[in-house]
């Protein structure tokens, strides 16, 4: 749900973002030290290991096996210098600096799977494929960002409850922000729930929060249409000219908005590259006022080309999973297909990956089936 956001609440938020980035870059820096500092203790324990097997009597105690810090740990050291050490981080949420932790927590969990996933399936170690990546510094962004607030700290209510100055806009909700007040939302909520957390995050020059809802039963069959059962099927082939052709002869065209907007992004983006900024890795010439103000403006419009591609596939793929009760699509390569310079422009704004996932998801929720194709597979047979 977006939200209507003056100065003052931009602000907040980039606060917020700032905090977010800045206990996660903590983080990161404190466990390369400690990663490197364990590789170390972990070749000192395997010899003693080693020595301590080979010992007859084995009199000596047994080695103690090493351990790394967890993103707990980190959490109780960042916390306990916080107030002395950081203090910009108290004017915002408290969970802008602790979720950061938990996040961090996944992507160092992520890294030691994949790290597992290449030594099983023997990959080469300078091979892309399985790439297990090291947790990274965030860095800074104008056109984006997100924190969360834990549902402890959210509170939603109508005008009239959160100021006297509000009576006249009594139907509209606001949430209530720590260390800010209240924003209005510009949708109401659609459920009834108790709320479990709020994501903010900025797209572009809009804000919007992302609600995690625990609904009731009842509240599931009021908001939900029963899938109605019709025993119809369909084939899809996906295709450029055509986005979707399915098999009892509906072709379904794309707005290809990329296309569309494609002379004003490549105007926008010369303009921009005219501005002062670094243009090589290690130059230190600063961004200038107007090369963030311009970047603004291409980051609005790649934003509304993504939305019109994510309404699209939205829309199509709700009506497909509302009409047919089997469908059966090609396990197309994606990734493949777009290493080919000359159709990933083309591939990218129909967006196939886009269109099966939601379609996959929908189909599930339906109860209803979705049935993959081998791409190999001929169709004649």
Request: aromatic share 12%.
């Amino acid at each position: 749900i977006e939200l209507k956001a003056n100065n003052k609440f931009f602000t907040y938020c980039r606060k917020a973002f700032g905090v977010r980035r800045f206990a996660y870059n903590w983080a990161v820096a404190k466990f390369k030290k400690d990663y490197a500092a364990h590789i170390a203790a972990m070749d000192r324990y395997n010899k003693e290991l080693a020595e301590y097997k080979k010992s007859p009597l084995q009199s000596t105690v047994a080695p103690v096996k090493p351990k790394l810090p967890t993103w707990q740990d980190y959490k109780k050291e960042f916390n306990a210098i916080r107030l002395e050490e950081y203090p910009f981080t108290y004017e915002v949420t408290k969970y802008a600096s602790q979720q950061a932790f938990a996040n961090f927590g996944k992507a160092v969990s992520n890294y030691f799977e994949n790290v597992k996933k290449r030594k099983k399936a023997k990959v080469k170690q300078n091979s892309k494929k399985r790439k297990a990546f090291f947790p990274k510094f965030k860095k800074k962004s104008y056109q984006q960002g997100k924190f969360y607030i834990g549902g402890d700290q959210v509170k939603i209510v109508t005008g009239q409850a959160c100021s006297k100055k509000l009576e006249n806009h009594s139907t509209k909700q606001y949430m209530n922000i720590p260390n800010f007040g209240y924003v209005q939302l510009k949708e109401k909520l659609r459920f009834n729930g108790h709320i479990n957390g709020v994501t903010i995050s900025q797209r572009a020059d809009r804000i919007y929060a992302s609600f995690s809802i625990e609904i009731t039963d009842e509240e599931y069959l009021r908001t939900h249409k029963a899938a109605v059962q019709n025993n119809t099927a369909a084939g899809i082939d996906l295709g450029l000219k055509s986005a979707l052709m399915l098999s009892d002869g509906i072709s379904i065209d794309s707005p290809k908005p990329l296309k569309a907007k494609l002379r004003k992004l490549a105007r926008l983006q010369r303009q921009l590259n005219r501005k002062q900024h670094p243009r090589a890795k290690g130059d230190k010439t600063k961004l200038s006022r107007n090369y963030i103000k311009h970047s603004r403006k291409v980051s609005k419009l790649y934003l509304s080309i993504a939305n019109i591609r994510e309404d699209y596939s939205q829309k199509i793929t709700s009506i497909l999973a509302n009409h047919y009760e089997y469908l059966c699509m090609e396990d197309l390569n994606v990734k493949g297909m777009m290493a080919n310079h000359k159709l990933s422009r083309a591939i990218s704004d129909v967006g196939f990956y886009n269109i099966k996932k939601n379609l996959t998801y929908k189909m599930e929720f339906k109860h209803r089936k979705l049935q993959e194709v081998d791409r190999f597979y001929a169709s004649s047979k």
